[in-house]
């Protein structure tokens, strides 16, 4: 006599079975998920889906931001960076983001932005971690913000030879700033300013002159400001020059950051 089964018990029997594929089981068998690959079978567990809690989807949102806010920067900041950076550049810098954002306690979490907090943590941020900065600079340019809103970053006279880390045949260098204003909401930047100071290199030389360089900014009032720094490594060698900076001779660096 055939056994009829209620709705609840086919079902059961639906969830427990697997298939026997010539000696081998396959599919769902109770909690467990049966596969084989090649000669072998393979059980695992069937995975379960993690219900994110409210303040885990508002974190998930804001760290989504620090991401946008990141490949903004990285994409303003290439000629910079010239993509010689670490492997994990693109991490560190959506975690100093992040930790930037987070600054802002007056916003609710989920609503986070770059555009809307302090951004003194993003200052000093190497985008390669294989040459940092301050290994390849012995002395630091001050860098300020005038009343009439223009970024100015001054150098000390110095001698190069004992202020830089040179590598073999460099003969010049040149400091490169880029400036830029941000709009992190909309993952848009516009260039305010490209500028680089070049220096030769001479047995002997004399000191050089202490410098300030200019940036105005009152046109981007409202908005983020970055001024990107790196160091250009050269060799000249009558009408060629050739670029000596590699990936672990490339210091670069967020040098300052205002909100106007």
């Known amino acids: ?43 695992q567990g069937k995975p379960h889906r993690v219900k994110q809690n409210v303040d885990t989807k508002k974190a998930g949102k804001d760290f989504g931001q ?52 302090s951004l003194d943590r993003l200052v ?3 985008f390669n971690e294989n040459f940092h900065m301050q290994d390849a600079l012995n002395i630091d340019p001050t860098v300020s913000l005038t009343d009439e809103n223009q970024i100015e970053i001054s150098f000390p006279m110095f001698d190069i030879n004992r202020a830089l880390l040179l590598p073999k045949d460099c003969n010049a260098i040149a400091f490169k700033f880029h400036t830029f204003s941000f709009d992190f909401k909309e993952r848009e930047f516009i260039e305010i300013k490209d500028e680089e100071w070049e220096i030769d290199i001479v047995y002997g030389q004399d000191p050089i002159p202490a410098k300030t360089i200019s940036i ?31 990936v672990d001779c490339r210091p670069a660096t967020i040098l300052a950051a205002f909100q106007l």
């Open 124 to 126: 000093n941020f190497q």
């Open 66 to 117: 620090a991401s946008r806010a990141g490949a903004a920067i990285r994409q303003a900041f290439g000629l910079v960076h010239q993509e010689l950076h670490d492997g994990q550049m693109g991490n560190r810098l959506n975690r100093q983001i992040y930790r930037a954002m987070k600054t802002n306690i007056n916003e609710d979490r989920g609503t986070l932005c770059l555009n809307n907090c």
């Open 1 to 43: 006599m055939n056994k009829i089964l209620d709705i609840g018990s086919f079902w059961w029997y639906i969830y427990c079975m697997g298939i026997n594929d010539n000696g081998y089981i396959r599919g769902l068998v109770g909690p467990l998920v049966s596969r084989k690959v090649g000669t072998k079978n393979y059980i």
């Open 216 to 246: 105005p900014c009152n046109e981007f009032v409202g908005t983020p400001i970055l001024v990107g720094f790196t160091i250009i490594y050269l060799h000249k060698n009558g009408r060629r020059c050739n670029v000596l900076n590699e």
